[in-house]
């Protein structure tokens, strides 16, 4: 019976990941992830990418288990800077950014710090549940897929990511080429051909997911600060005693719940972001509000609109990882970072990874569990010595950064051609920056541009040769739709509006 | 003061950017065989198809240049001009760290690499370094390169190279 198969396997997990080394990988992840993410200018998909050198040595399942909580973590520790400096370390805390730095103005961050990290607790919770239910029939589903369908699928992630993300498609698309053009760089892996290296050794086996993540996020973001925002300055707002009244927690809690269940779904489509859900989220608790709460909204700022998107967030988060696991499909730079984590174990998720490396999919699941409970404590009662993180003056904390940046980039391949190469696309992120292209499309780009490539072709094998083949089959027919409808629907409703 | 975004003249660089990146892509691409095989589409389909998007990409982009710029572009944050004198140290300290890193050690070559960072993002925030202040950075870098140098080497067993063969520095 499925039940007491997912309730044996998963106690299974707990085993493992109970383990005392795993539970200190767990708890370090969990804390290096809130410290990234409290601070500015490093986020938890180049931190996973600086710390990737570490595959070679340490065995996957501790590997995955810290990983990914540096992933929660960052996402937690993120909340505390959008609330008490009002620059969001994440896109998925923009929203708590508006409410809760509010809230903190008006002398109430202690408030807003707990429901946001009970928030993410319950909602993270819950959808690790709902992750622990649903991963295993999906990927029992999944199996049926073939070549087409995986194509039809990346197909549908590249066009979410480099269509919803931003303000324009062009350059969204524009960026995500730039991805799939450095993906070209290397060995073809059908044919062995050789591919865009112009006789240079060090290109041979491609450009590093690693160097491209850290090239353009974390030394961009340094190139970035030192050209533009030397002279901006932040505040910080005065930390208070971080607990909430009980009419606070009384308007949390429902605004919890709403959050979970909206942002779970987005977390497992290959819509990409968490932008979407936690805007939702917002907007529903905003509309939702007593008339004497809604006025709080923008003001003094209301505990529900820092309740309710950090709720969707976690949940958004959590969700991300099934597509991960059970169709090795990754819908956020994060799990894109992930996944190359896992192909450097010559691990490939998909569906079948619930067969082959099934203890290590589980202890993963039982150490989010885990994960949210050390993440609790780390952010409530620990939350103090978070925020002295933020005193660290900038030049400092970027310079710093170069460092961990270099360790990232050199331990991978050994080679200094490298570190050149991570300034050059240093110098791509600060122009890409600086002119509104997206960013995240580059990376899944180059991630998942010789995965789609693969299945492309083997797809066409399928067929003979025939393009058919992608409509001939009722599943990738309907997802190609869906792209159409993605690509189409915005320019409609904008010329509609405009007729 | 415009902000330097909005520069009508550099999107359109940009734009013609992207069309240089097709270009090569194009080159690129003629030069790979394109054996079909069984799978109906050889090593050279997708750079083919993708210079030919990034081509169109870049011809809308500079399309939208030439016709008053980019369209939707949230303004981006920070100062309207860029100061290229702190973005020079920090370039400066880059080039230094991958120049030197096989030949002085991590430990060294980060520490410099930090000192000048520093120094760059200093002077982008209007202080200005003066030399004991430099070698207290010196000195913090050396404090942040090495436990990380240790961290990674004898610890999780990750190849970085020193300056001596013994691992510790």
């Known amino acids: ?499 | 003061m415009q902000n330097s975004s909005r520069s009508t003249t550099l999107q359109t660089l940009i734009a013609l950017g992207a069309l240089g990146v097709a270009a090569v892509l194009a080159w690129g691409a003629a030069q790979i065989p394109s054996a079909a095989g069984y799978s109906g589409v050889g090593p050279a389909f997708l750079p083919w198809l993708v210079a030919g998007v990034l081509a169109l990409c870049g011809v809308l982009l500079l399309l939208q240049a030439r016709r008053g710029g980019f369209h939707d572009v949230e303004p981006p944050t920070g100062a309207d001009r860029g100061d290229w004198r702190s973005f020079a140290w920090l370039a400066a300290g880059l080039l230094l760290n991958a120049t030197l890193i096989e030949h002085a050690g991590f430990i060294v070559s980060c520490a410099l690499c930090y000192a000048l960072a520093v120094r760059g993002l200093r002077l982008a925030e209007g202080q200005s370094t003066s030399l004991p202040r430099m070698g207290q950075d010196l000195l913090t870098g050396v404090v942040i390169a090495a436990p990380v140098y240790w961290l990674f080497t004898q610890v999780l067993a990750v190849n970085l190279p020193g300056l001596t063969s013994t691992g510790w520095f």
């Open chain 1, 1 to 499: 019976m499925i039940e007491t198969d997912i309730w044996s396997q998963l106690l299974g997990g707990f085993a493992t990941a109970g383990t005392p080394i795993n539970l200190l990988w767990a708890f370090v992840g969990c804390a290096l992830g809130t410290a990234i993410g409290v601070l500015p200018g490093l986020g938890p998909a180049v931190t996973v990418a600086m710390l990737l050198p570490i595959t070679g040595q340490v065995e996957p399942t501790s590997s995955m288990i810290f990983f990914a909580g540096i992933y929660y973590g960052a996402m937690y520790g993120g909340s505390t800077t959008s609330i008490l400096l009002n620059t969001p370390g994440e896109t998925g805390t923009m929203v708590t950014a508006l409410e809760g730095f509010k809230m903190a103005k008006s002398g109430r961050a202690g408030a807003a710090l707990a429901t946001s990290a009970i928030g993410s607790f319950v909602a993270g919770s819950i959808a690790t549940v709902l992750v622990t239910l649903f991963a295993p029939l999906l990927a029992d589903y999944a199996v049926r897929l073939g070549p087409p369908e995986y194509f039809c699928l990346m197909l549908l992630a590249f066009t979410t990511v480099s269509a919803v993300l931003g303000n324009s498609t062009l350059r969204g698309m524009t960026a995500l080429f730039v991805g799939l053009a450095l993906g070209l760089i290397g060995m073809d892996q059908i044919t062995g051909q050789v591919r865009y290296t112009g006789n240079v050794l060090e290109l041979m086996d491609g450009i590093e997911v690693v160097l491209v993540a850290v090239g353009l996020f974390a030394v961009g973001e340094a190139f970035y600060n030192a050209l533009y925002e030397g002279k901006s300055v932040s505040s910080l707002n005065k930390m208070t005693s971080v607990h909430m009244t009980r009419s606070e927690w009384r308007r949390s809690w429902p605004a919890w719940l709403r959050g979970t269940f909206m942002g779970f779904p987005f977390g497992t489509i290959p819509a990409g972001g968490t932008e979407i859900p936690t805007f939702l989220s917002y907007a529903t608790e905003r509309k939702l509000a007593d008339p004497e709460h809604k006025k709080e909204f923008g003001t003094t700022g209301a505990i529900e609109g820092v309740a309710g998107p950090e709720a969707a967030n976690n949940a958004a988060v959590t969700g991300t990882l099934v597509p991960l696991l059970t169709l090795g499909i990754p819908t956020s730079v994060t799990t894109a970072i992930l996944l190359s984590a896992f192909q450097n174990y010559g691990i490939n998720p998909g569906p079948q990874l619930f067969q082959t490396s099934s203890t290590l999919v589980w202890a993963l699941i039982a150490s989010l569990y885990i994960g949210n409970v050390m993440l609790l404590v780390l952010n409530l009662p620990l939350v103090g010595f978070w925020v002295k993180l933020l005193r660290i003056p900038k030049p400092q904390l970027y310079a710093g950064i170069l460092i961990f940046a270099t360790v990232g980039v050199y331990g991978m391949r050994q080679s200094a051609f490298d570190l050149y190469l991570m300034g050059g696309l240093a110098l791509l992120g600060v122009l890409m920056r600086r002119f509104d292209f997206p960013i995240a499309p580059v990376i899944v780009g180059l991630i998942m541009g010789p995965l789609a490539e693969a299945q492309m072709r083997n797809a066409l094998s399928i067929g003979e040769g025939r393009w058919t083949v992608f409509i001939d089959r009722p599943m990738s027919l309907f997802l190609l739709i869906v792209v159409a409808l993605v690509l189409v629907t915005p320019r409609l409703l904008a010329w509609h509006r405009r007729a």
